[in-house]
């Protein structure tokens, strides 16, 4: 090439999709060999390749979860900055943490950052993550819903070398080991995600001797360039203006009072302020999430609407951010935060509501809104621990294009809902219904997705614990939809039926074998009027028992 710093095109599209088969090949490498169902059928990890001097993401595959991507960028930071203050860096590293204030989410998840040299020099950061089964609290599965620090959640590690030129610290794996329930499932996740991060090294290696180190670093520069052109280009299409926002959370799982996510989104000459001042206080509960966390969501949100801009740093270039420090979404150790799943799924709503009031051919409705993290925890037979973590499905909103999807997982991710076969094999429990619950979704022009009922009876004596939510503010409908349905959890007890004081949170529950428990999760708001939605697709509602014919009725609708 006569000009080193530029790229031709078709090059570059060569170099985009070979970078990014190579993280989807560290995606497949975890999810074959992890122990976790929640890595290997839930696919609740990501990889990626990072900037070497500021961590920003370079790329990402398309199986890792997206909540993840902007989260990641801050993990690599927090390496490069305990790496600027104490030197030592050398080929051989990979460092170890899940600290959720430097970078991180919640204690589950475990990051390993790993450098990548070329002739001596650092070229970028290779980064893998992976939500482990358990890592100790009060709590077997680690989400705590009366925790009221970052202590009862589990164990906390600051970035530390796992690897030290090639060699293992194996004291640090003693410790880890001490501290969870199920100490063979993380071992396991662990070993998938160093080999992951052996294959993703051994492939970019052989890229860079193939394209050589100049092309690959011009090139990570274009793809973050065009990445934020596209952005501002998408930005540019939308009316200028101030368009505000807000939902709540059913309560901290403490105190039953709600709390508020609220958004004020500046549109102006190709930028885009997202300020979310007005948005409560931190809680006393799990539900915070730090600023790292509120940034890596809001970016899921935006891809979801712009969905032509490239996945990595540059997208986010023309966004500002204000967040309150020590607030809800912008939390402090060692404020809980076991639950962020939930905060950020509200804050991904309010941003899909507040773009709804920009431009509203892209509104889109209220998703269901909640993992309900689910915890089942006992002894087996021969006195082995087991722990039962998984989250389960809903159903999104209906949109301009048609109805949202039935049984589906949260925008927050392209992680799948772990079938039941694989838990029913992994764990002494029986699934007695797996099913869509009707009337459900909101109605509309085009109604929102069903959510789903789950019955699980334990086939040991179990304790239970549920972090969930949306047990009082239903999914939003938009363009006169209507609200979906709340969710429900339910438990069998000796004396009869019980349900959570919290409505969607709950812990300390005991039950014996043969005794259920059964969540009834949300739909998806509904898009437009009701009284518009074609007879025909009404009259298919009511055959399939999507909807009754009282629903129907109810809802203005003519079957």
């Known amino acids: 090439m006569s000009n080193p710093t530029q790229v031709d095109p078709v090059t570059l599209a060569i170099l985009k999709g070979r970078l990014e088969q190579i993280a989807d090949e560290m995606d497949a490498t975890l999810y074959r060999s992890a ?81 990548v040299f070329r002739n001596g020099r650092l070229f970028c950061w290779m980064a893998s993550v992976g939500h482990w089964l358990d890592i100790g609290g009060n709590v077997p599965g ?70 050589g180190d100049t092309t690959l670093a011009a090139a990570f520069v274009q793809f973050s360039d065009r990445a934020e ?37 500046t549109i102006r000459d190709g930028t885009m302020t997202l300020d979310f001042s007005r948005s409560s206080p931190a809680a006393q509960g799990p539900i915070n999430i730090s600023r790292a966390t509120t940034i890596a969501a809001c970016y899921v949100a935006l891809k979801h609407v712009f969905t032509a801009v490239p996945a990595n740093a540059g997208c986010l270039r023309p966004i500002e951010f204000v967040i309150t420090d020590g607030s809800l979404l912008g939390a402090r150790a060692p404020r809980p935060v076991a639950g962020y799943t939930e905060t950020i799924l509200r804050l991904i709503g309010v941003v899909f509501g507040a773009l709804a009031q920009a431009d509203p051919s892209r509104a889109m409705a209220g998703p269901f809104g909640t993992i309900n993290a689910l915890s089942l ?115 069998q007890a000796d004396d009869g039926e019980r349900s959570p004081p919290m409505v969607s949170k709950v812990t300390d529950v005991s039950i014996r074998a043969g005794q259920r428990v059964r969540l009834e999760t949300p739909g998806g708001g509904g898009w437009g009027d009701p009284a518009r939605r074609d007879p025909q697709a009404v009259a298919r509602d009511v055959a399939l028992g999507y909807v009754s014919a009282a629903a129907a009725a109810r809802q203005g609708e003519t079957a």
């Not at 334990?458 to 609200?483: I, M, N």
């Open 35 to 115: 122990f976790n169902p929640i890595i290997a059928e839930a696919r609740d990890a990501c990889h990626g390749l990072y900037h070497a001097e500021t961590g920003a993401t370079l790329v990402q595959g398309s199986n890792g979860l997206p909540i993840f991507v902007g989260a990641m960028a801050f993990a690599v930071k927090a390496v490069i900055d305990k790496v600027a203050r104490e030197g030592g860096l050398q080929p051989g590293d990979t460092f170890l943490f899940n600290d959720p204030y430097d970078g991180g989410t919640h204690l589950n998840d475990f990051r390993l950052v790993r450098p």
């Open 142 to 211: 680690g989400y705590n819903p009366k925790a009221t620090e970052s202590f009862q959640e589990g164990v906390r590690i600051p970035p530390v070398k796992l690897i030290s030129a090639g060699r293992m610290n194996t004291d640090l794996l003693d410790i880890l080991a001490a501290n969870a329930r199920v100490p063979t499932s993380n071992w396991g996740d662990l070993n998938g995600q160093l080999n992951a991060l052996d294959l993703g090294e051994k492939r970019f290696a052989a890229l860079l001797d193939e394209y």
């Open 229 to 265: 052109a596209l952005m501002r280009a998408a930005i540019r299409a939308l009316p200028e203006g101030r368009y505000s926002f807000e939902d709540t959370l059913d309560n901290d799982g403490i105190t039953d009072d709600p709390l508020t996510v609220a958004l004020d989104l």
């Open 377 to 491: 925890a006992g002894y087996r037979a021969d006195g082995s621990r087991w722990v039962m973590f998984s989250f389960f499905g809903g159903g999104l909103g209906g949109n301009p294009e048609g109805d949202g999807l039935s049984h589906a997982n949260n925008p927050i991710s392209t992680a799948t809902i772990p079938p039941v076969e694989i838990l029913e094999a992994a764990y002494p429990v029986m699934f007695t219904q797996w099913a869509l619950r009707p009337d459900s979704a909101g109605a509309g022009t085009h109604r929102g997705g069903l959510g789903a009922i789950y019955e699980i009876e334990a086939l040991t004596d179990a304790s239970v614990s549920l972090l969930g939510e949306r047990g009082k503010a239903a999914p939003f409908g938009v363009a006169g939809g209507g609200a979906a349905a709340l969710n429900r959890f339910i438990w």
